[in-house]
């Protein structure tokens, strides 16, 4: 019997590690900044690693997207203008075009390839990369954020990787504060913010300090299930110009898989150990 062969991710610092079963070794890309693997699995479809840690699969990306977008679009009044800082692989910006409201989307990542290889192996992230709303610019998302006009954009997406190497510092005050200069006054930003279970006290605490103080009033954390990452719980924060978040308002979108108005409110209530 031929022996099966997986893709491993330890997560060193928890003790931990992830398995996915391997058909095959589809691709391998250095590029500047990382490297960026292509694999195809056994029950998961197609998997991207980046730097040996697990980016999307074709079977669960759909959790993290919409949950990524939806949210903070209903929660905002009007969005029109989005920029996504990273995101490369395409999957947030499909989402956020699915809203009639939105007129123009910057899509801000730093590495070109995680685009070019998501369009070539994961194409149904990319079906919106056409649409006459959709600007594509590779380029550093922290620079192009400091470079922007003074309360021009409705919604920032910080769409990044683990707040390591070339995306430590978008975890960090000066972005935050350049962030928060460039969003309207009803503007709303929405970051990753890793596992609530390993990573509260480390990252999820300190970005609402530091979105604080850089000058957002309200902020809120966000939760959802993400199976192929570290402890398969992960979450999102949210950061508002106004004092308090606007309620859900739900503008009629196409049928989604995972998100629903449900879902909004059930992903805000957060456990006791997170009060």
């Known amino acids: ?10 997560h060193q610092n928890a003790g931990s590690g992830f398995l996915l079963e391997i058909d095959k070794k589809i691709t391998e890309v250095v590029t500047p900044y990382q490297t960026i693997s292509i694999y195809k699995t056994k029950t998961f479809g197609n998997l991207m690693i980046i730097d040996d840690c697990i980016m999307l699969t074709t079977r669960d990306n759909f959790l993290y997207h919409e949950m990524m977008s939806h949210p903070v679009l209903n929660t905002h009044p009007d969005p029109k203008n989005v920029v996504i800082i990273g995101g490369g692989d395409c999957g947030t910006l499909q989402e956020v075009l699915k809203h009639k409201s939105v007129e123009q989307v910057w899509q801000v990542d730093i590495d070109e390839m995680v685009t070019r290889l998501s369009e070539e192996y994961f194409p149904e992230l990319c079906r919106a990369n056409q649409d006459s709303r959709a600007n594509l610019l590779f380029e550093d998302g922290i620079k192009w954020m400091k470079d922007r006009d003074d309360r021009s954009v409705d919604i920032i997406i910080v769409d990044s990787t683990d707040p390591i190497g070339p995306a430590e510092g978008l975890f960090q005050l000066p972005f935050y504060q350049n962030c ?5 006054d009803n503007g709303l930003l929405i970051q990753q913010s890793e596992s609530p279970l390993l990573h509260f006290e480390s990252i999820i605490k300190p970005m609402h300090s530091t979105l604080k103080q850089a000058g957002f009033n309200a902020t809120q954390t966000l939760l959802f299930p993400q199976p192929v990452y570290p402890s398969g719980w992960w979450s999102a924060t949210m950061a508002s110009k106004a004092t308090q978040f606007m309620q859900f ?11 629903n108005s449900g879902v909004h409110g059930a992903a805000l209530q957060l456990p006791n150990f997170m009060r």
């Open 1 to 10: 019997m031929k022996q099966s062969s997986y893709f491993t991710e330890l």
């Open 180 to 184: 928060q200069r460039v969003l309207r």
């Open 249 to 259: 308002r739900q503008p009629g979108i196409e049928q989604l898989r995972y998100y």
